[in-house]
Nanobody
Framework: QVQLVESGGGLVQAGGSLRLSCAAS????????MGWFRQALGKEREFVAG????????GYADSVKGRFTISRDNTLNTVYLQMNCLKPEDTAVYYC??????????????????WGQGNQVTVSS
């Protein structure tokens, strides 16, 4: 069993930055690829970024490439999402997720089996 707890969300002006953290409990974290998803009001949940268990591989949605960076610290059982140059369209509830994959970076919801509770990010114009 893996529990994921997100933190770091909030309200920021357009052009600003936020860093989300996802603290994981459970021994499978170290060997799991991790991801961030988001769901805006009235829209489906979408992939944002993912990282393999060593951190050697990452993947991003086109809409956040060059602005967001995913990273992880396996000694702290924590994965991060650094979000820069935020736009109003980045407003959403952000979810951390853990997969059963190790070396690849899954990019679809059904490849992730554990989910955090979600954390609101609001970007004002």
């Amino acid at each position: 069993q893996v529990q994921l707890v997100e933190s770091g969300g909030g309200l920021v002006q357009a052009g600003g930055s936020l860093r989300l953290s996802c603290a994981a409990s459970g021994r499978t974290f170290i060997s799991a690829a991790m991801g961030w998803f988001r769901q805006a009001l009235g829209k489906e949940r979408e992939f944002v970024a993912g990282i393999s268990w060593t951190g050697a591989r990452t993947g991003y949605a086109d809409s956040v490439k060059g602005r967001f960076t995913i990273s992880r610290d396996n000694t702290l059982n924590t994965v991060y999402l650094q979000m820069n140059c935020l736009k109003p369209e980045d407003t959403a509830v952000y979810y951390c997720a853990a997969s059963n994959y190790i070396a690849v970076v899954p990019m679809t919801e059904n490849e992730y089996i554990y989910w955090g509770q979600g954390n609101q990010v609001t970007v004002s114009s």
